[in-house]
C-alpha cells in the first residue's frame, strides 16, 4: 500500500526514481509524485498514476531524490494530498499512519498546512524540532519519532543537508539498495532489482542514514546497528506482461509453474513430502492440538478451505481468524500446543504482522506462509514457514499465490501427518494430488473460451450468490471476492444449506447464483436440492460440477474430479476465469481496481 522510492548517486535521479515508482504501481495509483534536491527542492505532482507526471519539469543535473505512489489514507486523491510533502525545510515521503497527528497539529498550532493528510503534519513536526534545537537531521528525527504515534515507512531530506536521505520504518516496509557509489531507498525490493541485488530490510524502529558512499543503521536512541546485507534473486522481483493484456490473465495462466516452483524439491513421486521451513521438531508435532491459521482477504480463504482438509487429515481443530480481528478476541489458545501460521502473499500486511506481535505475546507458536523472501512476516515468526515461489504477483486481486498458499498447506499438513506417526497412505495421497495439479489445472484452462461465451450471457446480472458446501464454500468466499474486486459488481457467498436462512429472500430475475456442486454424492444431492430451491424462486442458476448438467441448471461447466485434497484449486480456477471475462466486458482497469491496492501495509 504505497510505494516508496528513493535515490542519491551520480546519475539522473527523478529517471531513476520514476522507473521505480512505475514497478510499484501496483501499492497505489490514485497519485503520485517526485521530488529532488539541488539547491533547493523541486517536486511534482499528478492526480492518477505516474504517467501522469511531466518530467520534464524537473532538472537531469538532480542526483539526489524521492518519490512516491499514493493510495488514499488521510485525504482524498489530489495534487495537494499526493507526496512527497514538504514543510519548511523537510520533504518526505511516507507509507503508514500517524495516528496521534491531530494533537500533534494542534500543538503545534500548524494553521499553514497545504494538505489534509497527516503526513505533512509528520513533516511540521520534524521541521520544528531540526529548526527548535538547532541540532542535526537525524537527531531531529529520531526526536520526532519517539513523539509519534502509529506506523510508518518515511524517507526525508533537507536542502541545508543535501547529501543523504535519512530513513525509518515501524510497521511499514523499507528496504534499501546497496550500489556502488550510489544506494537506493524502496518500499518494495521490485522498485531497485533492476540496480542491485544487494539490500538491507529496516527492522521496526530503526533509522537508517544514507549517502552515496555509505549506509548507517541506528536505533531510536542513535545508537549504531550492524547492518545485514541479503541478496534478491532477479526473478522474484521481474514481471512483464508478455503477449497478455492484463497482470491478472497472466498470473492465472502461471498457476502451473508457480505449484512446479513450489513444490519442487519438496514433494516427491515416491508419495513423500519435505519441508526444509517448518522449524517443528518431533516433540513440537507430536504436542500440538489445534492450529490457528489467521490471514486476510484471500489468504483468509486459503486458510478456511486449507481448514477443513487438515482437520481431516490431522484429526486435530484448526480455527481460521481474520487477522484484522485476532488482536481483539480473547481466543482461549493453549501456548504449548497451538501452531498459529500467518498467511500473507507480501509478507507486509499490517494486521498480520500486528497479529503475531499478539500471537508472540500469548506464547503461541508462529509460523509463516509468504511469498517474498526477506519480508516483515518471515523475519518476525519464530518457528519458520514456508516460501512460496509463486514470482511476483501484479494485479492486485491475488489468483496464483492463493493456489500455492492452499498447496503449502496441505504440503505442511501431508509432513505433519508423517511427524506425528498417522496414516501414511494421507501423505501419499496429498502428495500424488498435488503433483497432478498443475497438469490439471493446464487442462482447465481449455475451457476458458466456453467461459468467455457463457460470461456474455450471464453479464448482465447484477446480483450474485456464490454458493457451495463443506470445502466449496471458502471457494464461494474467494470466486465472491475476485468478481467483486475486479468488476464493482456486488457478490456475496453462502454455504449452499444457508440459502433457506434468509438470503433465498433476494432471489429474482436480476439474480444469479454460482452453484458448487461437488463430487461426494451426499453434499452433491444436498446441492440439487438447493438448486430445486432457487428454481421454485426464479432464480437463474450456473452450476459447475464434475458431473453433466443437472437439470434445471441454466448454465453449466463440467470439471475434472482431481482427488478429494485439491479439487477445489480446480473450481477456482473457473471462477478466476469468469471474473476476469466479466470484468474485461465491463471494460474497468482490471489489475488495478479503484480504492485497492496490492499490500495492505496500514490497519
Not at 51 to 72: E, F, M, Q, V
Not at 168 to 190: L, M, Y
Not at 194 to 203: A, G, M, P, Q, R
Not at 237 to 254: P, V
Amino acid at each position: 500500500m504505497c510505494g516508496i522510492m528513493g535515490y542519491l548517486g551520480e546519475r539522473p535521479a527523478k529517471d531513476i526514481i520514476y522507473t521505480g515508482l512505475k514497478r510499484l504501481e501496483y501499492r497505489g495509483y490514485d497519485s503520485a509524485g517526485v521530488a529532488v534536491l539541488t539547491k533547493d527542492v523541486q517536486t511534482i505532482k499528478a492526480v492518477g498514476d505516474t504517467s501522469k507526471l511531466d518530467l520534464t519539469k524537473l532538472p537531469k543535473s538532480a542526483t539526489i531524490g524521492i518519490g512516491h505512489t499514493r493510495w488514499a489514507t488521510h485525504g482524498r486523491p489530489s495534487a495537494q494530498n499526493a507526496h512527497p510533502h514538504t514543510y519548511g525545510d523537510i520533504t518526505l515521503v511516507h507509507n503508514g499512519i500517524i495516528e496521534n497527528y491531530q494533537d500533534i497539529k494542534d500543538s503545534l498550532k500548524l494553521s499553514d498546512l497545504k494538505s489534509q493528510t497527516d503526513s505533512e503534519v509528520l513533516a511540521a513536526l520534524i521541521n520544528n524540532n531540526y529548526q527548535k534545537g538547532k541540532i542535526s537531521l537525524i537527531e531531529a528525527l529520531k526526536r520526532s519519532l519517539v513523539e509519534v504515534s502509529g506506523t510508518f515507512g518515511l524517507v526525508v531530506m533537507s536542502p541545508l543537508e543535501s547529501n543523504q536521505l535519512l530513513v525509518a520504518r515501524r510497521g511499514s516496509p523499507i528496504v534499501i539498495g546497496v550500489g556502488d557509489i550510489q544506494n537506493f531507498v524502496a518500499s518494495d525490493p521490485s522498485a531497485i532489482i533492476s540496480h542491485t541485488d544487494k539490500v538491507i530490510y529496516l527492522e521496526d524502529d530503526q533509522i537508517a542514514r544514507v549517502t552515496r558512499t555509505s549506509i548507517e543503521i541506528f536505533d531510536l536512541k542513535l545508537k549504531h546497528k550492524n547492518p545485514n546485507i541479503n541478496r534478491l534473486s532477479k526473478s522474484e522481483a521481474e514481471a512483464t506482461l508478455g503477449h497478455y493484456k492484463t497482470y491478472l490473465e497472466k498470473e492465472i495462466k502461471e498457476q502451473p509453474e508457480s505449484l512446479k516452483n513450489l513444490m519442487r524439491g519438496r514433494v516427491s513421486q515416491k508419495g513423500t513430502v519435505k519441508l526444509g521451513g517448518p522449524n517443528l521438531d518431533a516433540d513440537d508435532a507430536n504436542n500440538l492440538e489445534q492450529i490457528l491459521i489467521i490471514g486476510c482477504g484471500t489468504s483468509y480463504y486459503a486458510g478456511l478451505y486449507a481448514k477443513y482438509k487438515l482437520e481431516e487429515m490431522l484429526n486435530m481443530p484448526v480455527i481460521v481468524e481474520h487477522a484484522s480481528e485476532f488482536r481483539y478476541r480473547h481466543g482461549a489458545y493453549k501456548s504449548n500446543s497451538t501452531l498459529a501460521i500467518f498467511i500473507s502473499q507480501s509478507g507486509e500486511t499490517a494486521d498480520v504482522l500486528a497479529s503475531i506481535q499478539e500471537a508472540k505475546r500469548r506464547h503461541l507458536k508462529t509460523m509463516g506462509i509468504v511469498n517474498t523472501i526477506g519480508s516483515s512476516v518471515a523475519r518476525a515468526v519464530e518457528h519458520g514457514g514456508i516460501y512460496l515461489h509463486a514470482g511476483q504477483e501484479v494485479s492486485v486481486a491475488s489468483t496464483k499465490a492463493y493456489s500455492s498458499m492452499v498447496s503449502a498447506i496441505l504440503m505442511f499438513g501431508a509432513q505433519l501427518v508423517y511427524q506425528r506417526g498417522g496414516n501414511s497412505n494421507i501423505t501419499k495421497e496429498v502428495a500424488k494430488e498435488l503433483l497432478m495439479l498443475p497438469s490439471e489445472i493446464k487442462a482447465t484452462f481449455e475451457l476458458h473460451e466456453n467461459i468467455k461465451k457463457l460470461t456474455k450471457q450471464i453479464n448482465h446480472f447484477e446480483k450474485w450468490f456464490y454458493l457451495g458446501r463443506n470445502s466449496l464454500y471458502p471457494v464461494a468466499l474467494e470466486g465472491a471476492l475476485k468478481l467483486t474486486e475486479v468488476s464493482y459488481i456486488h457478490a456475496q457467498a453462502f454455504p449452499t444449506g444457508e440459502m433457506k436462512h434468509g438470503p433465498i429472500s433476494l432471489v429474482d430475475n436480476k439474480h444469479i447464483s454460482i452453484l458448487l456442486l461437488p463430487e461426494d454424492e451426499t453434499l452433491y444431492e444436498k446441492g440439487i436440492s438447493a438448486l430445486e430451491e432457487l428454481i421454485a424462486r426464479g432464480g437463474t442458476i450456473f452450476t459447475i460440477s464434475t458431473r453433466p448438467k443437472p437439470k434445471g441448471s441454466n448454465y453449466h461447466l463440467q470439471v475434472t474430479y482431481v482427488g478429494e485434497y485439491t479439487e477445489g484449486l480446480i473450481y477456482n480456477i473457473c471462477l478466476q476465469l469468469l471474473a476476469l471475462e466479466v470484468a474485461t466486458i465491463r471494460g474497468v482497469n482490471i489489475d488495478r481496481p479503484r480504492n485497492l491496492a496490492k499490500s495492505v501495509t496500514v490497519e
